[in-house]
């Protein structure tokens, strides 16, 4: 029984509608509301908003190292395509703090990442996140989802959660006793951080 889950921490969620155009050197943003017929707009707080953001060619950026971010506090970026024989970016993710009230924000050249420090540290045994609300904990080895939760100074989960299965035998297959899964970090920033894992839910015996 083969699994593949994928973590998705975020300081919040926006469902917002983004807009942009293509500029060499300035990309901007326009960030608006998708509301209904007679529905009004509402005031709402600084939200994550996520957007995919062409790179034109004749900027020849190989790193988002290279890329920055103007009109938020905090921006992430992550590579989505890159040219095939350049191996330039060309399609970027962008994650940044905004404001749905027809904010107009633009990609620039810059440094990368900015805004606050990483989310996720990658550490020999585990993967731990701190959104700066809560932390969590997720084990490399004995895959059993989220470790440990705390929030607050208050411990949700201490002991592991599991990937479980059970046949019509009674026979128990989880991830935890899959001793080859893969629990990779993929994607850290001040942001978001994404945790990747891929194993086989494995019986104590193990089959699968």
């Known amino acids: 029984m083969k699994w593949k889950s994928a973590l998705l921490l975020l300081g919040a969620v926006c469902p917002l509608f983004v807009g942009e155009r293509a500029i060499a050197l300035d990309i901007p943003i326009e960030v608006q509301e998708l509301l209904p017929v007679n529905v009004s707009s509402r005031a709402r707080p600084t939200q994550v908003v996520r957007v995919g953001v062409p790179i034109p060619a004749d900027e020849q950026i190989q790193n988002v190292n290279e890329l920055g971010f103007l009109g938020s506090s905090a921006a992430q970026f992550r590579v989505l395509q890159r040219d095939p ?3 330039d970016i060309r399609w970027v993710l962008v994650r940044f703090l905004g404001q749905p009230a027809g904010s ?12 606050a420090a990483d989310m996720a540290s990658d550490n020999a045994n585990d993967i731990s996140i701190d959104t700066g609300t809560a932390t969590f904990t997720i084990q490399k080895q004995g895959f059993r989802f989220l470790d440990s ?8 989960v201490a002991n ?3 990937c479980l299965v059970v ?4 026979t128990r297959y989880t991830s935890a ?3 080859n899964a893969e629990i990779i970090l993929e994607d850290n920033g001040p942001l978001e951080a994404v945790v990747r894992a891929r194993g086989h839910l494995t019986s104590a015996t193990g089959a699968t």
């Not at 107009?104 to 805004?115: E, L």
Request: hydrophobic share 15%.
């Open 85 to 87: 024989e350049t191996q």
């Open 104 to 115: 107009v924000y633009s990609v620039t050249r810059g440094s990368g990442d900015f805004g």
């Open 149 to 156: 939760v705390q929030r607050g100074g208050q411990t949700y």
């Open 160 to 162: 592991g959660s599991q």
């Open 167 to 170: 046949d019509v035998g009674g």
């Open 177 to 179: 006793n899959d001793g």
